[in-house]
């Protein structure tokens, strides 16, 4: 099973279909219950196709309205899930009823689930620039602001702390005094 956002490829598996059978609507990708249960979702499907088929055995996406014609050695790349693991809606297909055999070999690729609240790699170094990291030790050992807006009113506060007044009532002084 691939780490979390690893890529890795599955087994490649073969399938022929004989005349009269097909694969019905599908999607490649797991829904997102499943994609969290296993803990990765399909983001990449390779269709080779191993030989030529001219009666049926195409294969169509349904919402799309494109519909591939099996040619040997022809190859259809398509995505099925969102760079965030949702499968793409989109990517709903069906491999309809064969006429001639057809055979067809099919190669997924498959990426590690990131699970929500899970660390993000560091930004490249060039842009390292302001990290608290770089922050003077005294600052940086307090808590870090996690919004814009806390942010703000976290520097009211200093502000205020240093210049001996109280914010809340600040704000409210300035809301009564509208118009002076
Ligand atoms: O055989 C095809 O044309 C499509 C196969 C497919 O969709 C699948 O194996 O998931
Ligand atoms: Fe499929």
Same mark, same amino acid.
């Given at each position: ?32 219950? +499943? ?23 195409? #294969?169509?996406?349904? $919402? ?19 760079? *965030?693991?949702?499968? /793409?809606?989109?990517?709903? $297909?069906?491999?309809? *009823?064969?006429? /001639? #055999? %057809? ?14 609240? #899970? ?37 009211? %506060?200093? +502000? ?14 300035? %809301?009564?005094?509208?118009? %002076?």
């Amino acid at each position: 099973m691939p780490a979390s956002r690893q890529y890795c490829y599955e087994s490649p598996q073969v399938a022929c279909y004989q005349s009269n059978q097909h694969f019905l609507s599908h999607e490649d990708a797991f829904p997102m219950p +499943l994609a969290r249960a296993n803990q990765f979702n399909r983001h990449a499907t390779v269709l080779i196709y191993l030989n030529s088929v001219d009666q049926g055995g195409s #294969t169509c996406f349904d $919402h799309l309205g494109v519909c591939v014609q099996p040619r040997q050695g022809r190859a259809l790349l398509f995505f099925p899930a969102f760079a *965030d693991g949702r499968p /793409d809606p989109r990517t709903l $297909h069906t491999a309809v *009823d064969a006429k /001639d #055999t %057809k055979w067809v070999m099919q190669q997924w690729v498959a990426r590690g689930y990131q699970l929500p609240g #899970t660390v993000q790699p560091p930004p490249p170094p060039s842009l390292q620039a302001s990290t608290s990291n770089s922050l003077p030790a005294q600052l940086a050992s307090q808590p870090q602001p996690r919004s814009q807006s806390e942010g703000a009113s976290v520097a009211r %506060k200093d +502000l205020a702390a240093r210049k001996g007044k109280d914010v809340k009532g600040k704000a409210a002084k300035v %809301k009564r005094g509208f118009g %002076k």
